[in-house]
Nanobody, 124 residues
Framework: QVQLVESGGGLVQAGDSLRLSCAASGRTSSTYTMAWFRQAPGKEREFVAANSWSGGRTNYADSVKGRFTISRDNTKNTVYLQMNSLKSEDTAVYYC?????????????????WGQGTQVTVSS
């Protein structure tokens, strides 16, 4: 089992930056693909970014390319999501996810472990 705990969410203004963190514990997660998803009220959970365990493969949703950066520190079992130039449409609960595969999948069904989520609210 892997436990994931997100942090770093909050209320910011449009154009601001925010960095989310996801700390993993339990069975070693350093070889897991890690990802971020988000879910806005009344909408389905959607893919944001994913990063293979080695960091060699990364995927981003088109809506965040050029603004968000996923990174990880395997020595700390932590994955980050740096979010710049935030927009009101980025408002959502952000979830961290983990999967044993080596490919950074973009669909929720591929991920075995999920955090509880952290709220990000961007005011315009």
């Amino acid at each position: 089992q892997v436990q994931l705990v997100e942090s770093g969410g909050g209320l910011v203004q449009a154009g601001d930056s925010l960095r989310l963190s996801c700390a993993a514990s339990g069975r070693t997660s350093s070889t897991y693909t890690m990802a971020w998803f988000r879910q806005a009220p009344g909408k389905e959970r959607e893919f944001v970014a994913a990063n293979s365990w080695s960091g060699g493969r990364t995927n981003y949703a088109d809506s965040v390319k050029g603004r968000f950066t996923i990174s990880r520190d395997n020595t700390k079992n932590t994955v980050y999501l740096q979010m710049n130039s935030l927009k009101s449409e980025d408002t959502a609960v952000y979830y961290c996810a983990a999967d044993r595969s080596t490919y950074p999948a973009v669909v929720t069904e591929m991920y075995d472990y999920w955090g509880q989520g952290t709220q990000v609210t961007v005011s315009s």
